[in-house]
């Protein structure tokens, strides 16, 4: 397939969802194109605190959405619906396309958040690695969510894990290929650069012993944040490695690091912020 750098967007309007206990609804469209889809998870008992899109990691060339079944179940079974897209990888797509596939999934969470059991003021961004750069490059740079009639201010917070939000991929060798569109604005994919003063709340997690993406990754991006105006907190756990902390959010490693008590807190203490 040659490699494109947009997406579609979406076409029909979908039909009315149907849920069953926190297993929710697998292989909904959220656009046109076959790796446009996503799986739902919802409480049991149908009351949502908030919605969380949850974009998984895998350096832009790898990841499936149903291996993380176990953490969409885990996030339902404490009250929230969790909605977890697949995206275009590398070498199908490059930059910007799995960003503009992150919009067009958000635009979906937005549209029916109703009938997830929430609502679309209640809807939060989360991601590891790779998909904590794409959830903060959502929140940062409004064109993305402006294609589809979006504030980023629709985003009532991002928790990202071990994202590489200082990077800069043309000079990382691994990665060149990938982002070759952005040579002409090297900023463009670089969240470090996109801080501005009305960025949606961040928590921003990550493993004192990542040797993949450092801590000052998350360290450097909640400063300068914070500096800016926008609110934003780095928590570095200590023994936690790049992918330990997002095991930490699974039944028997929770003891590994407070990730999850973390997490529940920040979406508690935004959903009580006006």
């Known amino acids: 397939m040659a490699a494109m750098s947009t997406v579609a967007v979406a076409s029909a309007e979908q039909p009315p969802l149907a849920f069953h206990s926190n297993v929710g609804s697998r292989h909904i469209p959220y656009g046109p194109l076959p790796r446009q889809k996503l799986d739902i998870y919802v409480p049991k008992n149908g009351a949502v605190k908030a919605t969380i899109l949850y974009f998984y990691g895998g350096g832009w060339v790898s990841g ?7 953490f969409g179940r885990a996030m339902a ?32 969470m937005h549209d029916h958040a109703a009938e997830l059991g929430g609502n679309s003021s209640r809807l939060f961004v989360m991601g590891h690695s790779a ?3 794409i959830s903060t ?3 940062l740079d409004p064109s993305y969510l402006g294609a589809h009639g979006l504030k980023t201010s629709s985003i009532k917070g991002v928790v990202g894990l ?23 604005a090297p900023h463009v994919a ?8 009305d960025a949606p709340p961040m928590l921003l997690l ?11 990754a998350s360290v450097n991006l909640a400063n300068a944040l914070s500096a800016a105006g926008s609110q ?27 990730v999850l008590k973390d997490t529940e807190s920040f979406i508690e203490a935004r959903l009580a912020s006006r």
């Open 232 to 258: 934003a907190e780095a928590k570095v756990y200590p023994n936690i490695g790049h992918f330990e902390i997002f095991a930490a959010y699974l039944w028997g490693w929770r003891w590994r690091a407070s």
């Open 77 to 108: 079974a404490r009250g929230f619906a969790v909605v977890v897209p697949d995206y275009h990888l590398y070498p199908a797509a490059t930059f910007p396309a799995f960003v503009e596939d992150a919009a067009l999934a958000f635009k979906w």
């Open 206 to 216: 990550h493993g004192e012993r990542d040797r993949i993406v450092g801590q000052h």
């Open 137 to 139: 490059l959502l929140a």
């Open 64 to 70: 499936a959405r149903w291996y993380y079944r176990l």
């Open 131 to 133: 998909g904590a750069h």
């Open 190 to 197: 670089r969240p470090i650069k996109l801080v501005k003063s």
């Open 162 to 184: 071990a994202g590489p939000y200082t990077l800069d991929p043309l000079k990382w060798t691994g990665v060149k290929d990938i982002f070759a569109t952005s040579r002409d």
